[in-house]
C-alpha cells in the first residue's frame, strides 16, 4: 500500500479533508477525488493552462503542483468565480462573445483573465496577450477570447 | 510507485534527509521541471524534498550593496521586486522568459540552474553576472561561482546532500549594465536555439572596464566564454569591439543540430545575438 498523506485544503472557501498519495497533482485531486471537474486537463505538463487555477493567490497550472503542496491552502477554481446562480462577467461575455467554443480551455482562460483584470483593470490587447500566453485554444483563435475580455473589462470598470 | 513526501522547516533537516536517503530522492523547488519529469516517467523519485519551507530558500535580502536571492524564490516574486530590477534588469530579462505567468508562479532560478538544461533562460544572465551559488551539506556550507554548477545535460557539480540556499549578486559599480536575450522561431513560450548573457561597465570616459559574457544552448553547458569579454575590455563597444565580440562568440559554440536549428545556423545566430545583447546592456550602462 502507498503512503497516503491526510491533506486540508480551502478549495473556493469550503474546507476539504482528503487522503493523497504523493505523486497526485492538485488536478487529479481536483477532477478525482473532490469531483470539481471544471478544471480541465490539456496536457498535464505545463503547456496548455486548461487546468490554471489559484493557489494562495498565486497563478498555477494544477498539473504543476502536488496536492500534498497545498494542505493548508487556499484553492481558488472555475467553480467559485459564479457568484451563486449569478454569473461573472467574464463568464458573461465570453457567451455573449463566443470567446468559448468546445470549452476545454475556458476554465482556465477565464481564471487567467480574472487575475489579470485584478491586477490591470483596464489592459490593452497585447496586454491581454501576453497575459493568456499560457492559455492555449485550438477552436477560437484567439479573437474572441481578447474581444470577451474586453468587453467583460469594460463592463467592470462601468464604463 | 510509492514516493515520499517530506516539506522540512529547515536546511539542516533537508540536508539530513537527502543524506540519509537510501532511494533515489529529489529536491522539490516549484516542480515545473520535477513535476513534468515524474508525469512523463523520466524519473521515479522515492522521496521529495519540498524545501519551500524553508526561510533562506524564499527571501531576497540586501546584502553588502548587493542582494542574496533564495533559490527557491518563484519567478514572479522575483519580477515584482523593484530594486532587484533595477540592479539586474539582464538576470530578470532571463526570468521573465521562463514560461507561462502559471510557469513563473512556481519556477525558481535554483530549479532552472539545477535541472542542467544547457537552454535554462535565467542561467547565462546569472553567470555574466558573476552570481555566487550558496551550498549548503553535510560537511557544510560552501561559495561556487554559478558556471561551476552544471556539468553536462541534467548534470551538475552538486553532491546527493547538497542544496543551493540562495545566489548572491554583487554590488554594482557606477556605469554597469546586464542584459540577456534569447533566439526563438516564437516570442513566448518556447526553448532557446540560442541566449546571450552581457555584463558590462564602463568608465566615465565610456570605455569599459570589466565584461563578462555568457552563451546558452551552443553547448552541453551554458558557457562563460573570456574571449567575448576580452573583445569588449579596453574598447567604447564600437563596430570594431562588436565584430570581434560575434566571431569569438560563434567560435566559441559547440552545438548539436536539432529541430530548432542546425549547427551551422546556432553558431550564426549566436554571433549575431551577442552584438544586439551587449549594444543592450551597454544602453543599460550609459544611463547608470
Ligand atoms: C510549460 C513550460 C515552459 C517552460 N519554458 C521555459 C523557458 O522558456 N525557459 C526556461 O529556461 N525554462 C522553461 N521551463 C522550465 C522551467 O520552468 C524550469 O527550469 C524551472 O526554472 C525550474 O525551477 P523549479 O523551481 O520549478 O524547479 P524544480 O522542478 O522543483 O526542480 C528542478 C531541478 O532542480 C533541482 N533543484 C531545485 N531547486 C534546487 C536547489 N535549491 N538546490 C539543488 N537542487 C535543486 C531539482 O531536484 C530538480 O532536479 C518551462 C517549463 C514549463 C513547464
Ligand atoms: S493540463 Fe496543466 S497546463 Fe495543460
Ligand atoms: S474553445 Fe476549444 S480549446 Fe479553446
New interface residues.
Partial sequence: M??K?HITTTVNGDEYEYLC???Q?LLDVLRDELQLAGTKEGC????C?AC?VTVDG????A????A??TDGAKVDTIEGMANGNELHPLQRSFLELNGSQCGICTPGILI?ARELLKRNPDPTETEIR??L???LCRCTGYDKIIRSVQAAAKEMRGA | MDVRYEAPQTLEAAVALLAGATAPAKILAGGTDVIVQMETDLIEPSLLVDIKKIPELRQITAENGGFRIGAAVPGMELMAHKALNKAWPGVLDGVKLIGSIQVRGRASIGGNLCNGSPAADSVPPLIAAGAIARIIGLKGTREVPVEQIPTGPGKTSLAKDEIIVSFFLPARPPHSGDAYQRFTPRTEMDIAVVGVGVNLTLDNGGTCTAARVALGAVAPTVLLVKECADALIGTKVDNAALEKLAAAASAACRPIDDKRGTKEYRIKIAGVLAKRTALAALEVARKN
Fill in positions: 502507498a503512503k498523506y498519495e504523493a505523486q497533482t498535464a505538463t505545463g503547456d493552462g490554471t498565486t497563478m498555477v497550472c498539473c504543476l503542483v502536488l500534498v503542496e487567467a501576453y497575459w500566453a499560457g492559455n
